[in-house]
């Protein structure tokens, strides 16, 4: 949105965050990020305001739902073509990606001084952040542990693997009742054998154990709240006795300031597993752990080998991007 905002000569009103998701939360902008330090750091590229002037709130304004993975020339003709009837433009949603491909370097650094410089946490939560990863640091290394297993992700994703039946009706209620979540059908077996599911807690233990990490590792689990709490993390628990959480780091005066506000605590966690030594997303082995769980394949060497093997040289470091696909369409060459 700022290198939209800068392609279309427009002044940037900072972003309302969206109050009406699963969770509820209320925070704003200035709750989560340092307000002042994004509007200043991008004062030669972007003019940004905090709140619409009152001279416009009777202006003529437009929402729009910008078209994904367009590039500048979409937002230089359509877009800005539109100041010649309305003062307002309001993004009605901004996940619309911009093009990856094709546009100016002044906009692709713009794009990474917004994401890499201009944006960095309120204070409350830069304090809280490094508090906890002093107390995680206080006995060495430790791995963050993203299990993405909780109530909306597997709502959305319809992934009910090792969950009861109850569980399994529960999740399929909340995706039923959200009209904005287009897909209502889901057949979770196919989406599990396509690799759309997260690891269950059990999984995430037997990865991480195939991996070679021993009983002993210090683990942080930065996640919301895990759906079905003790019933699905016994197993993980078992394994790893010294699995951590800000509850268990944090007291409970420490953690009030940002407790019922999701993406408060979500920042908490981003803060805790960048400064981790190790950070393990959930990832897709569902081949290897339905091997285990028929009885055809056994927990040890071979499943370590396995492992090992399909995750070498897959560290997250920087890599070339090689083009689109050939036969791809126009707009998904941009992607």
Known sequence: MVAVARIINATLVIPELDKGSLWKDSSNFSDVFDEDYFINSLANDVTIVKKLPKELASATKVVKHFRSWSGV?????????????????RAAKSDSRLANNNLPPDIQKLRCRACYQALRFAPPIEAIGKLLVDRMRHYGPYIALHLRY??????????????????????????????????????????????YCPLTPREAGLFLSALGFTS????????????????????????????????????????????????????????????????????????????????????????????????????????????????????????
Not at 73 to 89: F, G, Q, R
């Open 73 to 89: 020339d979409y937002y230089e003709k359509e877009i800005a073509s539109m100041w010649d009837e309305y003062k307002v433009i």
């Open 150 to 195: 909780e109530k909306d992700m597997l709502a959305f994703s319809g992934c009910t693997h090792e969950l009861s039946p109850k569980e399994t009706d529960e999740l399929r209620a909340i995706r039923e009742s959200i009209p904005w979540w287009k897909v209502k059908d889901i057949n979770p077996v196919v989406q599990r054998a396509k690799g």
């Open 216 to 335: 002993n590792t210090r683990i942080y689990i930065a996640a919301g709240e895990i759906y079905g709490g003790d019933s699905h993390m016994s197993d993980l628990q078992s394994r790893y006795p010294l699995l951590l959480n800000k509850e268990k780091l944090a007291s409970d005066e420490e953690l009030e300031p940002f407790r019922k506000h999701a993406s408060q605590l979500a920042a908490i966690d981003y803060i805790v597993s960048v400064e981790s030594h190790v950070f393990i997303p959930s990832k897709a082995l569902v081949r290897l752990f339905n091997k285990i769980e028929l009885g055809t394949m056994k927990e040890g060497e071979e499943l370590s080998n396995r492992v090992i093997a399909i995750h070498r040289g897959r560290q997250g470091l920087p890599r070339k991007r090689k083009g689109s696909t050939s036969g791809t369409k126009p707009t998904d060459r941009f992607r």
